[in-house]
C-alpha cells in the first residue's frame, strides 16, 4: 500500500449498523490527528471471503469481526494467534504488508483490563470466580482468567453439557455446577462475572438470587445495553465493587488500532463519554 494511500479499517458483521466500534475508533483518529477511517460493513455469510479478499485492496489495514463471523474468519486467515486458536473465534483481523491475513482475539485481553481498571483491588489469587455462560464470549473469560492466576472457576450454564465441554478442554480449575445451583455457588466467590444476555435490553431478566453475595466480591456483566444492569444494580446494593461491561468493548480495541494505526490509544472517561453519545 502506498504511503499516500488513507488506512481505512472497520467491523465486519450482520447486523452491524447498531455497532459502537466506529464511534470507539473514530474518536481515536480524531484524538491523534490520524489519517483514516472506521466504517460499520455488513456483510451476509456467504459473500465473508470474497469481501475479506477484497478488503487489502480496497486500502483496508484491518477489520474487527462480529456475530456472525467470528468462527468463519479463522478458516481464512493465513496466521492465527495462539489466543483466536483457544478461544475459537477471532474479533481482529490484520491485513499485513506481506500480504497475509492474521486473525486474533482480544476479548479475554479487554475483559482483564477492564477489570484491572474498574476494579484495581480485584486479586486473581484471592479466591473462586463464578462465570455464568458457557458461551463464545464464556471461553475467552475463561482463558484469561486462568492465565490472570485464577485457581478455581466455577460454571454454570442454562444448558449443561455445553459447561461440560469446556470443563473438558480447560482443565480441573473448572468445577461446573447446574444452572438451578447458581445461587448457591456464588457463596464466597472474590468474582462474579455475566457472559450471558439475561439483563440484555430486549433479553430475559437476570434473576439469579444474590442472597451469598458477599460484599466483597467484585461482581462484572459482559452485558452494555442498559449499562447499570439489574445485576449490577443488586451487587452494588449489597456493598460489592461492580465494573459494566462497556469498558471491555473499549479495551479490546486498543490492540487492534495500534497495530492499524500505529499509536497505543487511552481508555479513558472521555472515550466512554464519546461511545456512550453514539
Sequence with gaps: MSETRIPLAGVLGSPVAHSRSPALHGHWLRRYGLPGFYIPIDVAQADLADVVRMLPRMGFVGANVTIPHKEAVLALADVVTDRAALVGAANTLVFRQDG????????????IENLRQGAPSWVPASGPAV????????????IALIEAGVTEIRLVNRTRNRADALRAEFGTKVVVSDWVQAANIIEGAALLVNTTSLGMTGKSEFRVPLDALDPSCVVTDLVYAPLRTTL?????????VTVDGLGM??????PAFERWFGIRPQVDDDLRRAVLAA
Design 100 to 111: 497475509r491475513l492474521l486473525a486474533d482475539n482480544t476479548d479475554g485481553y479487554g475483559f
Design 131 to 142: 462465570v455464568l455462560g458457557a458461551g463464545g464470549a464464556a471461553r475467552a473469560v475463561l
Design 232 to 240: 449490577l444494580r443488586r451487587a452494588e446494593e449489597r456493598g460489592c
Design 249 to 254: 468493548l473499549l479495551h479490546q480495541a486498543a
